[in-house]
């Protein structure tokens, strides 16, 4: 048999094909607009949950027996556990940064002699509050833990020290957030939902209604190739997504007032590996379905867990481990991460590398299924 | 062994097949079908709905996989060459499948592109002018009546210049005028050299075919020249004119000897293989306010007998 490479020129007629339907076709292009726009409007009201056994760091520079018991009852509480020793502020800052913790306790020199002494020491608590649902409770919790768990070190005449306004200054930091405003993690959160759905939905009809209406009879009796056909049906919609991205950046800022802290050149740059990931995903479906309702079904059947186990929904750490699991194969996980790396902690290309990796390997994993997949007979 | 009689084939056959056989399921939708059809020739492909033409071509041009046999279209392999038959094939589908969402003269840029026309845009143009497409250019496919659709279908697989068109029924839902400028057009290209496989239920098409071949439930019954089919059906056919006929073809069905009887307004035609035996059973019925003449069989009654005879074979 003769090798048939890939041919730009048949690749380049299917884009300009599927630009003309799409252009014709109002309705779906209307919805692909007007989704984002829904759905940032439905989407102002947060979803509450409880998690636990959130990431902590611990940069401690005492060693009395107050520091001792003030880390074993924040460990006891079960809302935090220690992941990492730092000896360093700039290491601290690198963990949260990354997202690798969503704590770091920060007890200064001499905590405990100061303590005793009643000069109230500091105990810093820097949270990461991208998401404040994740971290409102523990750190709600984190108040009493502290006053209780010194009140059993506290005795004889160090009682006094219990009255008002108790033995440690707690301070609080939340960064990223300060204000631990919901709408500012959910609106750039958002940006993922709805390329997930739109890009999903969209290629997942791309195959079967040429299959529906019989013109893939007459495309398959043509040269072409799986992969031009597969390339052909993303790119435009690749547009469609950038579309959609500018959409909801504006929304952002301009009606939503989030702060965006980070290149917006670098999450349009990222945001390509996400949408052709979603769009690969399409394609598949379109090739597994018999008809558009299949399809479609499909492409919730994706979008569920996307929505539900990405964090997005729910904070990601709250979530049982077998939820996490599945949750960090879907892309949504990693792309939320990422746009609110970007936008709300001014994340570089090195930080979000962690979230991209896996990403690109979804891409890669359900592109090469879809053109598998796609048949070159009616068989 | 299996390929070498592949090799040997002559190459004035465009479509040089054997043995061709297609399964959905546990059913044989094409049964073993052997086809030689020459060089700038028509050939017309009839048979009942649901026999297996469609799928006969799909295999053809490689949309589908043949379960058994093997052979050459165009010189080159049907089993393993596939993409090169696409290139040199235009395919006719029965049911109209260009894009309705883009205009006449979108679909035929599309096909174009595809098929790496050079001088694209002149390509499209002139096929367009050609079949009286130009002021139309820029209507939707899906507004388009059955007739311009035919026009389009053919105009768009005719733009790479392929050596063999498979047209599979053009004409149906299209009206005689229509119908008849395109037979035109289909001899003027196989005088030019090209090779047409068409399927059609119209006897009048099929008359106009160099030569022409039958097949009901996936078999094929008979083939050849539209004269030595008659012939070799060795049927005997009488007509029977007068008024009021309805009562006499009631009379006559099921006589032995008697394959068919078939009413074509004040005329009845009553067909049968065994001549003997049909004169036997029609003598009784002479005279009276009845005419009787024998006549030379057609297309259409040899068919029809044809069918009667798989059906009691096959079904
Ligand atoms: N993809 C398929 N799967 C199952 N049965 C099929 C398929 N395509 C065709 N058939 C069946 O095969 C038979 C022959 O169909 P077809 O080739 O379209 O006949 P024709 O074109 O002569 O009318 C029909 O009974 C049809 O229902
Ligand atoms: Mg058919």
């Keep these: 048999m003769k090798r048939h490479p890939f041919s730009p020129r048949r690749f380049w007629a299917m884009v300009v094909k599927e630009f003309i339907q799409m252009r014709r076709d109002r309705v779906t292009f209307g919805m692909m607009i007007g989704i984002p726009l829904l759905q940032l409007i439905l989407f102002g009201f947060a979803i509450n949950s409880d998690p636990k056994h959130l990431p902590t760091a611990v940069l401690s520079a005492d060693q009395g027996i107050f520091s001792r018991s003030l880390l074993f009852a924040l460990k006891n509480s079960d809302y935090f556990r220690f992941v990492s020793e730092v000896n360093s502020e700039a290491e601290a800052q690198k963990l949260l940064d990354g997202g690798e913790v969503q704590f770091v306790v920060n007890i200064p020199e001499n905590f405990s002699r100061k303590l005793m002494r009643g000069e109230r020491p500091t105990v810093l608590l820097e949270a990461d509050a991208t998401d404040p649902v994740a971290t409102g409770n523990a750190i709600s919790a984190i108040t009493t833990l502290i006053s209780s768990a010194m009140d059993r070190d506290l005795k004889g005449n160090l009682q006094r020290l219990k009255a008002t306004p108790g033995p440690v200054d707690l301070r609080l930091h939340r960064k990223y957030n300060p204000e631990g405003i919901t709408r500012f993690n959910i609106v750039p959160g958002l940006m993922g939902v709805v390329l997930t759905m739109t890009m999903v939905m969209i290629t997942a009809l791309a195959v079967t209604r040429e299959r529906e209406r019989g013109t893939m009879e007459n495309l398959l009796a043509t040269p072409a190739r799986p992969f031009e056909v597969m390339l052909g049906k993303i790119v435009p919609y690749i547009l469609v997504g950038y579309i959609q991205i500018t959409l909801i950046l504006l929304a952002a800022k301009l009606l939503f007032q989030v702060p965006i802290v980070g290149n917006p050149v670098l999450l349009y740059a990222v945001a390509l590996v996400f949408i052709t990931a979603n769009l690969s995903v399409g394609i598949t479906f379109s090739t597994l379905g018999q008809n558009q309702l299949q399809a479609v079904q499909m492409a919730f059947f994706f979008f569920l867990p996307s929505l539900l186990l990405s964090g997005f929904m729910f904070p990601f750490r709250g979530m049982p481990d077998w939820a996490q699991a599945i949750g960090s194969v879907l892309p949504l996980t990693h792309f939320l991460r990422i746009v609110r790396g970007i936008l709300l902690k001014g994340n570089g290309l090195i930080d979000i590398l962690p979230h991209l990796w896996p990403l690109a390997a979804f891409m890669a994993v359900a592109l090469t299924i879809g053109v598998k997949r796609y048949r070159q007979t009616l068989d | ?315």
């Design chain 2, 1 to 315: 062994m299996r390929f070498a009689a592949v090799e040997s084939t002559d190459p004035e056959f465009i479509i040089d097949v054997e043995g061709v056989t297609k399964r959905f399921g546990d059913r044989t939708v094409v049964n073993q079908i052997s086809m030689q059809v020459r060089r700038g020739e028509i050939y017309g492909f009839l048979g009942p709905n649901g026999s297996g033409k469609t799928t006969f071509i799909r295999m053809l041009c490689g949309l589908l996989t043949p379960d058994a046999g093997q052979g050459r279209v165009l010189n080159y392999n049907i089993l393993t060459e596939s993409a090169e038959i696409k290139k040199h094939v235009g395919y006719m589908t029965q049911r109209f499948s260009y894009y309705e969402d883009l205009s006449i003269a979108e679909n035929l840029d599309f096909v174009a592109r595809m098929y790496g026309v050079p001088n694209r845009r002149e390509a499209v143009d002139k096929s367009l002018e050609r079949l009286g497409l130009t002021e139309r250019r820029r209507q939707l496919a899906g507004q388009l009546s059955g007739g311009w659709k035919q026009r389009l279908a053919l105009a768009a697989c005719l733009i790479h210049e392929p050596k063999l068109l498979l047209l599979d029924e053009p004409t149906a839902g299209v009206d005689p005028k229509a119908r008849r400028d395109f037979w035109e057009e289909i001899h003027s290209l196989a005088a030019r050299g090209l090779t047409v496989l068409i399927t059609t239920h119209y006897m009048d098409e099929a008359e106009r075919c160099h030569r022409l071949a039958y097949i009901a439930y996936g078999s094929l019954l008979t083939h050849g020249a539209v004269a030595d089919v008659v012939r070799a059906a060795g049927l005997t056919t009488w007509a029977v004119t007068g008024d009021n006929l309805y009562p006499l073809a009631e009379k006559l069905r099921g006589l032995p000897g008697i394959d068919e009887v078939v009413a074509f307004g004040n005329t009845l035609h009553i067909s049968g293989r065994n001549a003997a035996q049909l004169q036997a059973s029609i003598t009784p019925f002479m005279g009276g306010a009845y005419r009787w003449e024998p006549i030379a069989s057609g297309l259409e009654d040899v068919f029809i007998s044809l069918m009667e005879t798989a059906k009691d074979n096959f079904a």
